[in-house]
């Protein structure tokens, strides 16, 4: 544990801001596998989410640019 006062609001803020990305990190795969698992009624509406949070966790820097333009691709050649 840190004794000085910033290092000490450090290991605060890192932990809470772990959380956040961990939990769009999250949403991010289950969206994506639910996309790809999809049935044709509601199929475009779960691409769309999908699409969406591959772009929101890419603008975080959660993954990388290339990495969200590559997912995304592989579910518009899915869909």
Do not use: Y
């Amino acid at each position: 544990m840190p004794n000085i006062k910033s290092a000490i609001k450090r290991v605060k803020t890192n932990a809470s801001s772990q959380s956040q990305n961990a939990q769009t990190k999250s949403k991010m795969r289950t969206a994506v596998k639910k996309a790809e698992t999809a049935t044709d009624e509601n199929a475009k509406e779960l691409l769309q989410s999908a699409i969406k949070q591959v772009d929101k966790a890419a603008s975080k820097g959660l993954i990388h640019k290339n990495t969200a333009a590559r997912k995304k691709a592989q579910l518009m050649k899915k869909a």
